[in-house]
């Protein structure tokens, strides 16, 4: 069975410093991507941030950055200067050929002032 | 604004009642999900369609159905509703049936039932 776990159920950092999300997954696809989506208070759903699995450098999105180990099935996320507006849910996603995400329980992230 | 849209915003009933969730996807896109979060819950996938057809079915209870539509929006059913349905529903639209395109989400609807 997929699977992705999201070991930190709760997060706080101050603001400006930097804050790691950790993510790990198990797929039976060759060809996946994992993403990294942000629940603020509002419970939009956004995307920050997605990897193809086959691409070894990992993706960057302005302060949002991954660091993909595929060995170890490791997918965290990296959050430089954090803002008070990155509080927020994170979920982590692993996603492929099939016809549902995958999906992980998520880590609360408050960043505070 | 991810160009999904969902109505009602709010919805509130009583146990034992039928009310249908509505989702407009992505102007483009063939597919659309529904999700189920419980308040600081993570989402449960509950339905795949795409392109009016199911393409994967989650923890769906009985009591709930989907369908998509040609024009291809969605609706979520639900019926003989119970205190435990309450809860924020997501639709979410991507442009192909396959998992690793970006899923683009709905604000919800919040469903409380009485």
């Known amino acids: 069975a997929q699977t992705v776990t999201q070991s930190q159920p ?13 993510c790990t997954y198990d797929t039976s696809e060759n060809n996946y991507y994992l993403f990294w989506y942000k629940q603020p208070p509002s419970r939009q759903m956004i995307l920050v941030i997605r990897q193809e699995a086959y691409k070894q450098q990992n993706a960057t999105e302005n302060r949002f950055s991954v660091n993909f180990q ?4 490791s997918f965290s996320l990296k959050i430089s ?5 990155d509080t927020a849910m994170y979920f982590c996603a692993s996603g492929g050929s099939n016809y549902q995400l995958i999906w992980g329980a998520g880590t609360k992230l408050i960043i505070k002032p | 604004d991810s160009g999904v849209t969902q109505t009602p915003k ?11 969730l509505r989702c ?3 102007s483009g896109d063939l597919s ?8 600081d819950q993570g989402l449960q996938f509950l339905i795949h369609y795409y392109n009016g057809e199911e393409r994967a079915k989650g923890n769906i209870l009985e009591r709930f159905s989907a369908q998509q539509f040609p024009d291809l929006h969605s609706e979520l059913n639900l019926s ?4 435990g349905d309450s809860a924020l529903y997501f639709c979410a639209s991507s442009a192909t049936a396959a998992s690793y395109n970006e899923q683009f989400f709905g604000p919800g609807t919040r469903l409380t039932v009485l």
Request: glycine content about 4%; cysteine-free.
């Open chain 2, 10 to 20: 709010h919805l509130i009933t009583a146990t034992g009642q039928r009310v249908t």
């Open chain 1, 10 to 22: 709760e997060m706080s950092v101050q603001e400006a410093e930097t804050v790691t999300l950790s």
């Open chain 2, 80 to 83: 003989s509703l119970e205190l």
């Open chain 1, 81 to 85: 200067d954090s803002q008070l507006g």
């Open chain 2, 32 to 39: 659309v999900y529904w999700y189920q979060q419980s308040l």
């Open chain 2, 24 to 26: 407009s996807p992505r």
């Open chain 1, 70 to 73: 595929k060995a170890a099935k």
